[in-house]
């Protein structure tokens, strides 16, 4: 009986994980609008030598550069336009932007 119960919350907890998951990528793509032009709605840039793609990225990768870029950090040839970008985005913004770009598949 206790087996049951502890496998019980186990299923519990991971599937709510996945829901958290899964509307954290929601949320991110309306926000992803602004980081099309540039890197591509799904994330696959039409120019990766000058935007890199962003689809298929770990969440945690993404979050790490974009946390970086926000405190003005970048060693990239370009990393003065992802400062700017990431300067106005919160933590909530950061995580769901890469949720939703980890979730989209690279070509
Ligand atoms: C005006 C064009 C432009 C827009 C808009 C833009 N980016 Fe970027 N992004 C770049 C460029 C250029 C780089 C490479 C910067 C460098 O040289 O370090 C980059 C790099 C990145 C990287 C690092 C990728 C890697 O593999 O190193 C991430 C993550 C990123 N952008 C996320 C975003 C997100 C999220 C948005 C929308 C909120 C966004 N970008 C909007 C131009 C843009």
Redesign the pocket.
């Known amino acids: 009986m206790k087996h049951h119960l502890t496998l019980l919350m186990i299923l519990l907890v991971s599937n709510t994980q996945l829901a958290v998951a899964a509307s954290r990528a929601e949320a991110g793509k309306a ?2 609008a ?2 099309a ?3 591509g709605l799904d994330g696959n840039s039409k120019v990766p030598t ?3 793609s ?1 689809a298929g ?1 770990s969440s945690n990768d ?1 979050q790490t ?2 946390q970086a ?1 926000r405190e003005g950090k ?6 003065a ?2 400062v700017a ?2 300067k106005p ?1 919160s933590d909530q913004d950061i995580a769901e ?1 890469a949720a939703y ?1 980890s979730q989209q598949t690279k070509h």
Do not use: D, E, I, N
Request: hydrophobic content about 50%; some cysteine; charged content about 5%.
């Open positions: 926000k992803a602004v980081c032009a540039c890197h000058m935007y890199p962003l990225q993404l550069k974009l870029y970048g060693s990239g040839p370009m990393a336009t992802m970008m990431a985005l932007l770009f």
